[in-house]
């Protein structure tokens, strides 16, 4: 099992970047595809970016896809999250998720661990 805890959100202003990162305790992260996902207000959550268990592959969503970049330290034990050129739409709770298969995927369901979210709000 494995413990998942994010930091790094804030308030910016759109334009600006914030790196969000995902610690993990417990059970090494590199055993674990990652992603992150969000949670806008009044919406689903949806994915946003994930990553192999070796780093070699990544995904994101369309929205976030040239802005935003998923990267794994697993020596350190942590994901990131750097988010560039953040824009008001962007603002939500964001999370990250262990799932215990090779490749990232934006499925929700194959995610088996969440840490508790990490806010973000860009203002206009």
């Known amino acids: 099992q494995v413990q998942l805890r994010e930091s790094g959100g804030g308030l910016v202003q759109a334009g600006a970047s914030l790196r969000l990162s995902c610690a993990a305790s417990?059970?090494?992260?590199?055993?674990?595809?990652m992603g992150w996902f969000r949670r806008a207000p009044g919406k689903e959550r949806e994915s946003v970016a994930a990553i192999s268990r070796g780093g070699g592959v990544t995904r994101y969503a369309g929205s976030v896809k040239g802005r935003f970049t998923i990267s794994r330290d697993n020596a350190k034990n942590t994901v990131y999250l750097q988010m560039n050129s953040l824009k008001p739409e962007d603002t939500a709770v964001y999370y990250c998720a262990a799932a215990n298969s090779l490749m990232g995927t934006d499925r929700q369901y194959e995610y088996e661990y969440w840490g508790q979210g990490t806010q973000v709000t860009v203002s206009s």
């Open positions: 417990g059970r090494t992260v590199s055993s674990y595809a």
